[in-house]
Each structure stands twice: as structure tokens, then as C-alpha cells.
């Protein structure tokens, strides 16, 4: 008999500490809009070509109907689909649910980045933008599920550029 994520995770934190802060959302569910993300950030079409998957099979490990409640994503699709998108959002995901914090690999990361004063100038414009989105957002006083997913993408994108400055400022003390 297999477990489900809350009966892993338990009474006392579990495999993963960081999961109560997600509130009312499931691991499963967090797990699954993250693979979600990962096949959109890839591209329907190019995921199903890159992993020999048709779209309803892809369809099915982020779905969150009932029946598919069971299905997630097999981690070497995951890996591949990770090797071709600009983020390992399903990584990130597993990382965060543990409390960890990634590193990207220096020798993988894309050339020509203008070292930390740049990064310091995309993370405050990432960060208007976000407060931008969040003011349109909120306007209504409601934040519409559509709102919420540009916002998610604005928060993953500041997610990037957080590391990025993380690894230039490894390298400046190295």
C-alpha cells in the first residue's frame, strides 16, 4: 500500500519541514502546479517531442482531477524537460519543500551576465514589475486566478535572478 504525501509527512514536519507554510494547498497539488509551470515554460508541442509523451499524458501529471490524483511526473521526463526550460521549476519545488536552497552549476549558467550590479538592477525591476501586478491585482479587491499566475511568474522570475546573484557573489568572494 503506498502513502500519500500527508501521511508521509506526518504529525511532526516529516520528509518535508517547509511544507506547512503552503497553507490549504497539498503537497500534491504543489508538486503539480510546479510541473505544470515546467511543461508551459518548455512548451506543450517541444515537451511532447523532447520526451515522446503525448499531451494528454503530460496533461495528466499536473491535472488535478480526481482520477489523476495518483499520477506525477517520472523524474527522468522531469530531468529532461528541466535540461530544456530556463528554470528547474519541479527541482525548486523538491528543494523548497525540504528547506533547501539551490546553487546553480557556475560552468552551466549563461555567459555574458553583467556581474552583481546587474543583477542588483534586474531584481529591482523584476520587483516593480511584481509590485506592478500586484497593484493591478488587488485593484478589484480580489486577485483573480489569472493575477495570481502572472504574479507566480514575476515571483519565479526574481527566484532566477536571486541565484544568479547568489552565484556572482560566490565568485567575487572566490
Not at 504529525?11 to 508538486?31: C, H, V, W
Not at 491535472?63 to 521526463?77: Q, T
Not at 516593480?128 to 495570481?148: P, T, V
Amino acid at each position: 500500500m503506498t502513502k500519500s504525501c500527508h501521511e508521509i509527512n506526518g504529525k511532526n514536519g516529516g520528509i518535508f519541514p517547509q511544507a506547512k507554510r503552503f497553507g490549504t494547498m497539498s503537497l500534491e497539488t504543489y508538486l503539480k502546479k510546479h510541473t505544470e509551470t515546467l511543461v508551459k515554460d518548455v512548451g506543450i508541442e517541444a515537451a511532447c517531442e523532447l520526451t515522446g509523451k503525448s499531451k494528454a499524458t503530460l496533461g495528466r501529471y499536473y491535472s488535478e482531477a480526481e482520477e489523476h490524483d495518483d499520477r506525477f511526473m517520472p523524474i527522468d521526463v522531469v530531468a529532461q524537460l528541466e535540461a530544456a526550460s530556463g528554470f528547474p521549476h519541479v527541482t525548486a519545488a523538491l528543494a523548497d519543500l525540504r528547506g533547501i536552497t539551490l546553487s546553480y552549476d557556475g560552468t552551466k549558467r549563461n555567459a555574458g551576465t553583467g556581474g552583481v550590479n546587474h543583477d542588483v538592477v534586474a531584481l529591482a525591476q523584476r520587483f516593480a514589475q511584481l509590485m506592478s501586478e500586484y497593484n493591478q491585482a488587488i485593484g478589484d479587491g480580489k486577485i483573480s486566478i489569472n493575477e495570481a499566475k502572472k504574479m507566480l511568474r514575476e515571483t519565479l522570475a526574481i527566484q532566477e535572478v536571486i541565484l544568479e546573484m547568489k552565484l556572482n557573489l560566490e565568485q567575487e568572494v572566490s
